[in-house]
């Protein structure tokens, strides 16, 4: 009981924005950081990001190629950010229940991150290929 009233005393300035900037970017990084922990997919990618900013620098692909390659990761990244949320919002609102609306909202979030996947395969391949087919 004691728990389930410090929840709804926590929930209750949940709607509040802060007023100082500070504790507002420390709110982000706290988002940004459940994501890290919590999301197997994040880590995936963020591999995946560092790998490919490794072969841009080695294979010395020009400034506005690699800030292509920056942006198309961000894009990643923050779209899976975005999935979490979604995917906590919703599991929130249904608990432990199956609704076919929580089904498409998960699944169309997830599909965003698969489509923004497929587009950084497709860039990082124009970007790369011509560098890599050099070496040959």
């Not at 979030?109 to 087919?133: H, R, T």
């Amino acid at each position: 009981m004691e728990k389930k009233i410090n929840y709804l005393e926590n929930r209750k300035e949940s709607y509040k924005t802060s007023n100082n900037v500070f504790i507002s970017f420390k709110y982000a990084f706290c988002g940004i950081s459940y994501v890290l922990k919590t999301s197997r997919n994040f880590k995936i990618q963020l591999i995946f990001a560092v790998i490919s900013l490794i072969i841009g620098f080695l294979l010395q692909i020009n400034l506005s190629h690699y800030m292509i390659l920056v942006a198309t990761i961000m894009s990643v990244l923050i779209l899976e950010v975005l999935n979490t949320s979604i995917e906590s919002i919703v599991d929130l609102v249904v608990k432990k229940e199956f609704r076919s609306l929580a089904k498409i909202a998960k699944d169309t979030s997830a599909g965003a991150v698969l489509l923004a996947s497929i587009n950084s395969v497709i860039i990082a391949l124009y970007i790369f290929f011509p560098k890599i087919k050099l070496l040959f």
